[in-house]
């Protein structure tokens, strides 16, 4: 059972001008329309504002939780998912998944669930059983994905934390494809269609193979889809590992997976009917066997340029390291791309600007601190990211997952392995976010690093944009409040120009840019709509 607030109704603005002197001229008000809200905090600062100066630890009765996964809805609450909540968690036949939700302070919702929870009953009888991944819908309901008795799992919630009746009847959705199957991640379509993506473990072959199985809203699976909803795809090459981690969909309706273990990296695509795409790849998949790899990966990201970035921890002599490796997009390894070398390996978020969130933990013994480090577009590591000690009070506080929501901050997700109990930390990055309420499938972030990324996927898009750096000025309009502006120009054959505009210090703010780029169409647009480090730069409800 799970509970979650509903996401308000998104209203279309109408377009604003395309330049700063025009919009003054025309009577625009910078200050009417950007509220103050959230102070602004330096990069790496615990805010605090929520819970105790920034971090949050459960303290339920029975304390035996382990986190999987964090989600953001879009009121600010928070949700998180993974095993634990059972009277006794460590019986064989059965385990639990507990759903959390907390407010926006930190403070456990005590309107979802039972005093904020959700207990999950599963029973593995010696099988895999687990709660490994978590999504919200545009409507407030809540996917939830993983596997029971050797059979993938996704279950759906209504907003109140109540089985969702509508989806399957009961709210739950079993698949077996003929081995040990689990789901590992979650992708939504626009359409209200889901995206499960897992793997497959056949015993008699010992070969593990890539489950990919679309829903309909209602649950049931999607004949259009693969065979009958479903589609697997051995890779007898890797054998173990070979299944699917992460999912992520293109805006051109293309599916993206990646995982591997050992030595192997496996990314993926596949078409929107589920057959692998012959374009990118050896028959839509590639299979990277690295020196010095030591598991496949452990994020994914798609670059605003249409490539995608992986994670992956590197052993280099006795040591473990972190680095990303760099896919084009038509699924060939960038050899031009420099590798950055991380203190850690994990999950990995976007933000608008086209730097990449890192979320893990040194390696070696204990203790074994998170860290939280920024990757940039080039691939060098942000040393200017200085991000306050996250001290659960524990020795080792295990970082699992991280999220990154609007207004200016992120959330990292931990487990306190001494306690059992999860871990909550908020912590500031900031990025300018311009997205056009016309088309707002085109949006431009940027950020005081001078790194940009823009798409112009939607009407008209090519679904890949721009991801460079340029250069930031302080503008103050007389009678306007300050804003920060980007200019930013590239070379032929693919010359750009970039001019855009944002107040600085909210939440909700005010901007808007020009972006020409020869070759492309729409060849220029213009954004409103500042807001603060969202990576999806969505329109803000009520504009």
Known sequence: MIRSSLVPRIPRVPRVPRTLPFAIACGLSLAALAPSALAKLPDGALDPAFGRRGLVVTDFPVNDDFVRAVAIQA???????????????????????????????????????????????LRSDAKPAACRA????????????????GDALLLRFLADGKPDRRFSRDGVQTLDVGGLDEFYGLAQQADGRIV???????????????????YRSDGSLDPGFGRKGVVVTPHPEQALGAGAQHVLLQSDGKIVVAGGGGRWNLIARYLADGRPDPGFG???????????????AQGLVLQTDGKFLTSHPIVAGSDVRGTLLRHNADGRLDTTYHRPDLDISGRLAPQSDGRVLVVGNLAGAAPKPGRLQRVNPDGSVD?????????????????????????????????????????????????????????PGRWIGFSESGWFATIDSGIGGSGQGLLAKGRLRSVQP?????????????????????????????????????????????????????RMNDPACKILPGR
């Open 134 to 149: 978590l999504a919200v819908q545009a409507d407030g309901r809540i996917l939830v994905a993983g596997g029971n008795q």
């Open 196 to 214: 499960a993506a897992g793997k497959r473990f056949d015993a008699d072959s010992g070969q593990d193979a890539v489950v990919l199985a679309r």
């Open 383 to 439: 040393t200017s990211f200085a991000v306050a000690p996250i001290d659960f009070g524990g020795n080792d506080d295990y970082f699992i997952d991280l999220a990154v929501p609007g207004g200016g901050r992120m959330v990292v997700a931990a487990w306190l392995s001494e306690e059992n109990r999860i871990g909550l930390a908020r912590v500031a990055a900031t990025t300018y976010c311009l997205a056009d309420p016309v088309n």
């Open 282 to 296: 050896d028959n839509g998949s590639t299979v990277d066997r690295i020196t010095g790899l030591n598991a496949g």
């Open 75 to 121: 009121d600010g609450k928070i949700l998180t998912i993974g095993e634990g909540g059972g009277a006794d968690p460590l019986q064989r036949d059965y385990l639990h998944c507990r759903l959390l939700r907390f407010g926006a302070d930190g403070k456990l919702d005590a309107g979802f669930g039972v005093g904020g929870e959700v207990r999950i009953e």
């Open 478 to 530: 007389q009678g306007q409040p300050a804003g920060r502006a980007l200019s930013a120009g590239g070379p032929a054959p693919a010359a750009y120009r970039v001019d855009a505009f944002a107040v600085t210090g909210d939440v909700r703010g005010f901007g808007f840019a020009n972006v020409s780029k020869r070759g492309s169409a729409p060849a220029q647009y213009g954004l409103v709509d500042a």
